[in-house]
């Protein structure tokens, strides 16, 4: 069975930094794109960034500039380094992957979420 489990996520002070990371473990295949989700309170879930298995990237407008996603395919692994952290980002952050199990079928999976929260 596929999971994703995510750490690193805390409290900072505005302009302050945090890396959240994600390592999927299970009968795994291939991992296609791997991203990152928020979601704050009485908001809906947002895209934050996404990376494709050749490491192509793409961002939310709002994060351009601060925040930065990698992944380690031999880990397979997913990171988002968030600089510059600001109160509007505070939310739960989600790690999300598009997984190739055994079938071969591609699924996606979820992460149980880990808590962002920027003072001000």
């Known amino acids: 069975q596929v999971q994703l489990v995510e750490s690193g996520g805390g409290l900072v002070q505005a302009g302050g930094s945090l890396r959240p990371s994600c390592a999927a473990s299970?009968?795994?295949?291939?991992?296609?794109?791997m991203g990152w989700y928020r979601q704050a309170p009485g908001k809906q879930r947002e895209l934050v960034a996404v990376i494709n298995s050749g490491g192509s990237t793409n961002y939310a407008d709002s994060v351009k500039g601060r925040f930065t996603i990698s992944r380690d395919n031999a880990e397979n692994s997913v990171y988002l380094q968030m600089n510059s952290l600001k109160p509007e980002d505070t939310a739960v952050y989600y790690c999300?992957?598009?997984?190739?199990?055994?079938?071969?079928?591609?699924?996606?999976?979820w992460g149980q979420g880990t808590q962002v929260t920027v003072s001000s």
């Open positions: 999300h992957a598009a997984i190739m199990g055994i079938g071969p079928i591609l699924r996606p999976y």
């Open positions: 299970g009968t795994i295949l291939s991992i296609n794109a």
